[in-house]
């Protein structure tokens, strides 16, 4: 059975920092791309970074500001968000998905980890 655990979600003060983590058990992803992704009340579920052997892409809205990295030894994909802006506040969703680019339509999900922003 596969599973994404996400962590790392909190509470920050508008240019601050957090750190996402999402660790995957039940197979090896090394072969798949993995990525976040988050919603905020009321707005569909929008495409924030990902990362796999062809590189990693971010979302207009975060570049400069947010890194994606993965450790593939430990099966887990980090979320490095800098100068966070109240924008960002949101359920946070990690996934995966064989190749190299993940998608809403892809199969595996995390939990989701709540991220806010205040000023």
């Known amino acids: 059975q596969v599973q994404l655990q996400a962590s790392g979600g909190g509470l920050v003060q508008a240019g601050g920092s957090l750190r996402l983590s999402c660790a995957a058990s039940?197979?090896?992803?090394?072969?798949?791309?993995m990525g976040w992704f988050r919603q905020a009340p009321g707005k569909e579920r929008e495409f924030v970074a990902s990362?796999?052997?062809?590189?990693?892409y971010y979302a207009d809205s975060v570049k400069g500001r947010f890194t994606i990295s993965r450790d593939t030894d430990k099966n887990t994909v980090y979320l490095q968000m800098n100068s966070l802006k109240l924008e960002d506040t949101a359920i946070y969703y990690c996934?995966?998905?064989?190749?190299?680019?993940?998608?809403?339509?892809?199969?595996?999900w995390g939990q989701g980890t709540q991220v806010t922003v205040s000023s």
């Open positions: 990362v796999s052997w062809g590189g990693a």
């Open positions: 996934a995966a998905a064989p190749g190299i680019l993940v998608s809403t339509k892809t199969n595996y």
């Open positions: 039940g197979r090896t992803f090394s072969s798949y791309a």
